[in-house]
Nanobody, 123 residues
Framework: EVQFAESGGGLVEVGGSLRLSCAASGVPYDDYALGWFRQAPGKEREGVSCTGGSDGTTYYTDSVEGRFTISRDRAKNTVSLQMNSLKPEDTAIYYC????????????????WGQGTQVTVSS
């Protein structure tokens, strides 16, 4: 059974920080990237960040570059997203997901993701 145990969302003021964490298990592929996408009400899903399988390549969408940092513990198969200098436009449900590939220019997701964790940035 594929599982993504997500944690760390919440309510924070503008300029604040949150750290999202995700423990992945049961993903039926030998080498895959992990990352986060988000979806805000009325908006399309947006890939936020990912980190590659064996090479550790990372991707950040332009709007979070320099503010968010992704990290992966391959031994524990966990991925974390440190989010600093949060803005109201970062408000969304954040989903941990597995990816087919992750490059500095983009990401392609498998149809495998968690339940999501709400991030709300208040102004």
């Amino acid at each position: 059974e594929v599982q993504f145990a997500e944690s760390g969302g919440g309510l924070v003021e503008v300029g604040g920080s949150l750290r999202l964490s995700c423990a992945a298990s049961g993903v039926p592929y030998d080498d895959y990237a992990l990352g986060w996408f988000r979806q805000a009400p009325g908006k399309e899903r947006e890939g936020v960040s990912c980190t590659g399988g064996s090479d550790g390549t990372t991707y950040y969408t332009d709007s979070v570059e320099g503010r968010f940092t992704i990290s992966r513990d391959r031994a524990k198969n966990t991925v974390s997203l440190q989010m600093n200098s949060l803005k109201p436009e970062d408000t969304a449900i954040y989903y941990c997901a597995a990816a087919v590939w992750c490059t500095p220019h983009g990401v392609s997701w498998y149809d495998l993701w968690g339940q999501g964790t709400q991030v709300t940035v208040s102004s």
